[in-house]
């Protein structure tokens, strides 16, 4: 197993900026695909980007060009760079982590609060 710890959520002006960091108990190199969701007051979770341990990343439309997925498998870390952030960009940011070969569950972390509002 694995634990994820999300940090770097807070408030925050529309179109500013924030970077959420995923900090993992555990290599993530054996894992190949990691990624964010979020999960708005009276929404269900939904996909906000993954990558993939040979760099390939998939976003949702909402989101694409405005934020960044990438993963440092040397810091065991991945990273949301999170930039002209809208309103509907509040939610309960989590990441999460797919299976792997001594551990084949997808894994969730606590989840981190990013909240967009003048």
């Known amino acids: 197993q694995v634990q994820l710890v999300e940090s770097g959520g807070g408030l925050v002006q529309p179109g500013g900026s924030l970077r959420l960091s995923c900090a993992a108990s555990?290599?993530?190199?054996?894992?190949?695909?990691m990624g964010w969701y979020r999960q708005a007051p009276g929404k269900e979770r939904e996909l906000v980007a993954t990558?993939?341990?040979?760099?390939?990343?998939n976003y949702a439309d909402s989101v694409k060009g405005r934020f960044t997925i990438s993963r440092d498998n040397a810091k065991n870390t991945v990273y949301l760079q999170m930039n002209s952030l809208k309103p509907e960009d509040t939610a309960v940011y989590y990441c999460?982590?797919?299976?792997?070969?001594?551990?084949?569950?997808?894994?969730w972390g606590q989840g981190t609060q990013v909240t967009v509002s003048s």
């Open positions: 990558i993939t341990g040979r760099g390939g990343t």
């Open positions: 555990r290599n993530i190199f054996s894992i190949n695909v």
């Open positions: 999460y982590a797919g299976p792997w070969s001594t551990s084949p569950f997808d894994h």
